[in-house]
């Protein structure tokens, strides 16, 4: 039998994961739950059901698990919570800073009426922590060092969307490549955030507008581009669609520790990711977690989850006795 | 209170995981046990003590974890099974052909007398297998890359020193830049052992030894050179000291796979390791699951375990809390 899935949004994040479902042959996709009219909303599974929102704890014995593919400054932190009480759920919630906050309230109502729970799920938060902690517990003194691209920002490209004169923008954010190979070479490097990253900007303007003024704009932007070195491209709405339309990201992270009695020995430790779709990639990581967190349900291990939680072993459709012999 | 730790066998890696307890605080290195007459063994820790590994069982309640520190060939397959009986273990066996026999002889004597066993542990089996394992289960349809290197393989060595005429000999196994590139690129190439990896090697001769003669015995040796483009220098026994006395290791994994709808987005994840020390590192790593062990222990997750059955988090000494605050 397989694990029956639910989507809950289904912009690019939704999409992904509906691709993902394809590539797994242990899973299903059942219905896929929209804010928008269901009628207006085409999905590319032909068996599966496009349903209101409202009608979604009708589903609640008829769903293995959900995922949630809402954003995390408004959706997830509400959904999360709420959903949990019906459904074993995976989120992708990814404000750092909250996540302390917003396991605690999943925890309680996952726990409560015992359903799995796993947040902040995807490759940052996700992958990428796993590999802070793996590196952190080996290399027990070192340094962390974590870079992101090259790859779309979407809060950035937005950013530069809403000054006036701009038509539509595309942000890439791209690792220096010294520091990265500085940090390679085991110098531990202390790095600026200038030194880290720079920005790339590619902006289509509306008709008359400004260039030199949207162009100052954007670099003295505070938080998103004031700190960084930022190149600023002006160009047009066909070349940006032609161009740019793609969502690539990816980035490093890296462990660089010493051992030895007298801490003579080097090592490194790097993890990098480069990725064409950012949220098929995401999406991909999801729906592993999905399988976990269906045989954790099935265990009574109830209650929420990270990444950090959750036995490897879990999230591959091989047996114990597979994966030993063919992947240890 | 810490966690007490034994050692079992002292060479390269007993030394090594004795510095690794010095690098975590809460750990304690409490006995080191030896074939050898322990009046002739010194180790660094001043507060341990050095036994006959026939008194091993009288630590049975004074010692949490006990590293199993001997070879895959013939120690471990005897001694993980025979002191799983009395101690929560660790080995870092690396038949990777011979390991599902070695859990099936593992997991009942541990399960058996309620210990906890973890076998495999290291880089390779080991971390390398983790990332085998999430790439697979993320990137459900592509390609597993694993290349070794740059660094000294002790069976390629000791397989040259055996030659007639040699003195002595380190060997370096290298991947191929090349090929890695092409990985990388994403053109999922098919490649055969010649095309993964070289091999060089550093020769000091007896004197009067045919040089010529024992460069193409070398060259020409089955399984372990005559598959792979091998150079080999013959230099001084000076030179081997000064520039060939360390232990350096390493390697990559990869995995390439497609993701969407129509499978037409690539995705790369690459996982890399560069040591100074193996041994040192394997250690570190034999570490940081005789923490988990430990949990494990605690918690009555009796048997055999590797690295796929156990939750990140049990490696680190951080709480579920710091960890989700510092590292997710």
Redesign the interface.
Known sequence: MSIRIGILGYGNLGR?V???I???DDMELVAVFTRRDPSQVSI?TDSATVCKVDEITDWKDKIDVMILCGGSATDLPEQTPKYAQYFNVIDSFDT?AR??EH?ADVDKTAADSKHVAVI?VGWD?G?F??????G??????GKDYTFWGKGVSQGHSDAIRRIDGVKDAKQYTIPVESALEAV?AGENPELTTRQKHTRECFVVLEDGADAAKVEQEIKTMPNYFADYDTTVHFISEEELKKNHSGIPHGGFVLRSGV???NKE?????????????NP??T???LI?YA?AAYRMAEQGQFGCK????????Y???MS??E???K??
């Open positions: 992904g509906e691709c993902a394809r590539q797994n590319l750092h996540i302390p396991f902040s938060p992958m922590s796993l590999n802070r902690l793996y952190n517990a080996i290399l027990t003194e390679r051992t030895g009695w020995n080097k090592h490194l430790i790097e993890y990098s990711l480069k990725l064409d779709s098929e990639f999406s991909s990581v592993a399988r990270t990444v950090f939680d959750i036995p490897p072993a999230l591959s459709s114990g006795e994966l030993r012999a992947m240890l």
